[in-house]
């Protein structure tokens, strides 16, 4: 960063390229023939304040041809979920910012104290949040591969967010305090409304990819009661 402002890193050739994507978790090129571009500025304004991703930018044929690019494309490289993904909509700060916030992230998170400020940050989306036990490996590991298409399906709207119970030590400000799952013996779910903080319970159940399906979509049209203080 330069004055706290996020400056992108020129790629020269393909070895710096590689070098970068590989060096990084999660990555975003843009390709453009002239840095100067309108296209180019937009990417430049909404990467300079971003911190969660390396960012880079290229002129470079050879750079292009490597990974099929053409002018104007921007593309995140990821090490998890389906590798890479580049930005197809109208091409505005907010568009992008949206973007690059969203598939940088897993489809499904593992809520830790690194993750929570990303989760917490989206106030244009609800989180639904899966609640494992502790101690149980196997348990969680189902439910995020349960989880797997739903967070698919509803992407643009839900984080789906692994937690389990173990993390609650204090150190996590009581989430399963916020969730009111304090009481739970077995895995639940909750559906956290961001942009206000309701909390959202479904019926008792199994947790599996049809009752994520059911209870995302009774949410979606407010067929779900708020659990009350």
């Known amino acids: 960063m330069t004055n706290g402002k996020t400056v992108p890193q020129q790629l020269k050739d393909v070895n710096e390229a590689k070098a970068f994507i590989q ?15 309108d296209e180019a500025n937009i990417f430049l ?14 002129s470079e044929e050879s750079i292009f041809q490597e990974y099929s690019a053409k002018s104007g494309d921007i593309t995140i490289y990821k090490k998890f979920d389906d590798g890479n993904v580049t930005f197809n909509g109208e091409l ?37 949040f899966l609640v494992s036990q502790r101690n149980d490996t196997g348990e969680i590991e189902r439910v995020e591969k349960e989880a797997v298409e739903v967070a698919q399906m509803y992407r643009e709207n839900i984080i789906v967010v ?7 030590d ?19 779910m909750r559906m956290v409304k961001l942009d206000g903080n309701g909390v959202y319970k479904p019926e008792p159940g199994t947790v599996t990819s049809s009752t994520m399906k059911q209870f995302v979509a009774d949410f979606m049209n407010n067929k779900v009661v708020e659990i009350g203080d």
């Open 23 to 37: 060096q990084n978790n999660v990555s975003v090129i843009g390709f453009f023939n002239n840095q100067s571009s």
């Open 45 to 58: 304004q909404t990467t300079e304040t971003i911190n969660y991703l390396g960012v880079a930018i290229t």
């Open 92 to 128: 505005n700060v907010d568009n992008l910012t949206k973007f690059l916030s969203t598939e940088s992230l897993p489809l499904v998170v593992r809520y830790s104290i690194d993750t929570s400020p990303r989760i917490f940050s989206q106030k244009d989306k609800n989180v639904l």
């Open 162 to 168: 692994s937690y389990s119970m173990e993390e609650d």
């Open 170 to 188: 204090g150190e996590n400000n009581g989430i399963l305090n916020m969730l009111k799952a304090e009481q739970e013996s077995s895995s639940t």
